[in-house]
């Protein structure tokens, strides 16, 4: 058998069928991309509505520490658990009245946390503010 007759007896797939079939792939793949963006989105966005400052810290006598926190984010954020420590990696769980307190969006006011801590002067103290939804507050600060 001559190559120049096994060349004219293949055929290929005919050129509308080809271009379905592109077409398909394609939109296939727009679908799936779609879908990975709009579930990373959801959840970064849902992270970045609550995001907690410092506004100060005052010590107003050796058993309370009193915490002035504000929220920038778009969301409200609900106040879940603090923690105090002389190291950051030895917090333990303050007793406070800022459990379930909500401290509103976009910077609109600071909720004034109050902790019962026994305190010593000139000690540096680790803080950390734990909110239901959105990244931890954290930071610290030298009793006066």
Do not use: C
Request: net charge positive; glycine share 6%.
């Amino acid at each position: 058998m001559n190559t120049k007759t096994l060349l004219k007896s293949r055929r290929g797939i005919s050129p509308i069928l080809a271009t379905l079939l592109l077409i398909v792939i394609a939109v296939a793949a727009i679908v799936v991309t779609y879908a990975w963006i709009m579930t990373y989105m959801s959840s970064a966005g849902q992270q970045a509505g609550v995001q907690l400052v410092l506004d100060t810290v005052s010590w107003p006598n050796s058993t309370t520490i009193k915490l002035y926190v504000r929220n920038v984010g778009t969301s409200n954020a609900i106040i879940d658990a603090v923690y105090i420590g002389t190291s950051a990696a030895n917090l333990v769980p303050a007793n406070h009245n800022g459990r379930n307190k909500a401290v509103p969006a976009e910077g609109a006011d600071a909720l004034e946390i109050t902790i019962d801590y026994t305190w010593t002067s000139g000690t540096t103290y680790y803080f950390k503010v734990v909110p239901k939804t959105g990244a931890p507050l954290e930071f610290s600060r030298k009793a006066p």
